[in-house]
């Protein structure tokens, strides 16, 4: 079958992780096995556009990066003794692409087990997130720097220091004594990507929708391997019922609207329909999880025609269910929210009282404590509230609403 270039493209990344995973799986040697796998892609986009793409592409990429793996590997003669053990345990077949459609399960299973390895407990979790979007993800070294706004020479650093960090480590899924804890991890690394697309902590854009893509992207692909893992399910659901409303959360000039004013026409249907029946299948997978709950309080308000619909008693009950498992300083301050918005802003600022202690300087809280002291009259102190939140954040597009939210409150 011919393929356009862009068709190849997407073909390509699409099949990367698992052939990465594949190799690293079958012969350890992770940063060799991606230099193997560069040079196949290479290959392939060299080849295959304008020409009649293999039955089996993915196999075709596993035969020609092994023999580049074992061929580097020889090479190299300090690596003999590791070869020789390699050739030892690797099967008489194992050169020869699988016959088309065989063969694809095992090689689906390969991203799990590549994100179970870059998100190993041992790597901090920035050096998680770039090494999962540079193997999992199959972004470069300089679109991964763009994203988080470093150099690219800081971003290869980095993710040259977690490769070396993981040398040697044995790639296997992990038992079942260590399973859900390395899961939730990953489901972390995850849903740190996601938050960094959706609200960039830092520069002048408020939305990167290259990372919340890709977050989402990887996300379903765990989702196909673990159907049945209600956090699983949970964080897909929450993040696309997140994303749904990410073009109505900027105005014309890219300054950020808040829930409360935004143009409810221009959210996602098709993401909110989805997210919701995603959020009635994981509370039906075993006893809700923080993702789980987090994605059933964003479904009441996606479901909401209007603000002030808005089903804030249930928003309440979720949170306090959330606090109770989680007992998170950011799920404490959405419980602070949700509480003034049933109580009143007088309650809600006594209950802010609360976590001066937990989150003593972050500009969330002093961005809340204004929200509610606006709402309670207080001019002043809402206008010094917003100054110092707008001081504490290091987004554009966030600090500008803060102090145009103090500038138009009255003297």
Request: charged letters at 25%.
């Amino acid at each position: 079958m011919l393929r356009r270039r862009s068709e190849v493209e997407d073909l390509l990344r699409r099949d990367a992780p698992q052939v990465l995973g594949a190799l690293v799986r079958r012969y350890g040697h992770f940063a060799s096995a991606e230099d193997a796998v560069q040079e196949a892609l290479l290959a392939a986009a060299r080849q295959w556009p304008g020409q009649r793409v293999p039955d089996n592409p993915r196999g075709w990429l596993i035969k020609v990066a092994s023999r580049r793996l074992m061929d580097q590997l020889r090479a190299d003669e300090a690596r003999k003794r590791r070869e020789e053990d390699a050739a030892a345990l690797t099967p008489r077949d194992a050169f020869t692409a699988p016959p088309p459609g065989e063969g694809r399960a095992p090689s689906e299973d390969d991203t799990l087990t590549l994100l179970f390895l870059c998100c190993r407990p041992e790597l901090t979790p920035a050096a998680q997130v770039a090494l999962t979007l540079r193997a999992v993800g199959g972004l470069t070294t300089a679109e991964i720097a763009r994203a988080h706004l470093v150099p690219e020479a800081t971003m290869a650093q980095r993710i040259s220091r977690a490769k070396g960090r993981i040398k040697g480590v044995p790639f296997r899924q992990p038992g079942p004594e260590d399973r859900d804890a390395r899961l939730a991890v990953v489901l972390q690394v995850l849903y740190l990507i996601f938050n960094e697309g959706y609200t960039a902590t830092s520069g002048e854009a408020l939305h990167r929708a290259d990372l919340a893509g890709e977050a989402i992207r990887l996300t379903r692909s765990v989702r196909r391997l673990l159907p049945q893992e209600g956090a699983v399910t949970g964080l897909l659901a929450l993040m696309l019922l997140t994303e749904a409303r990410a073009a109505a959360r900027t105005g014309p000039h890219g300054e950020l609207v808040p829930l409360d004013e935004q143009d409810r026409t221009r959210w996602d249907r098709r993401a909110i329909t989805e997210g919701t029946a995603l959020v009635e299948e994981a509370l039906s997978q075993g006893p809700p999880g923080a993702y789980q709950l987090q994605a059933a309080i964003a479904a009441l308000h996606d479901e909401a025609p209007r603000s002030e619909d808005t089903d804030w008693p249930q928003i309440l009950a979720l949170y306090g269910h959330l606090v109770h498992r989680t007992p998170e300083p950011m799920a404490e301050l959405g419980r602070v929210v949700a509480h003034a918005m049933v109580h009143g802003p007088r309650a809600g600022l006594d209950e802010l009282a609360s976590l001066e202690d937990q989150l003593k300087g972050h500009y969330r809280l002093d961005a809340v404590r204004a929200h509610l002291l606006e709402r309670a009259g207080d001019t002043e102190g809402a206008r010094t509230a917003y100054q110092l939140a707008a001081q504490g954040t290091l987004s554009g597009p966030e600090a500008h609403y803060l102090r145009t939210r103090a500038a138009r409150l009255p003297s």
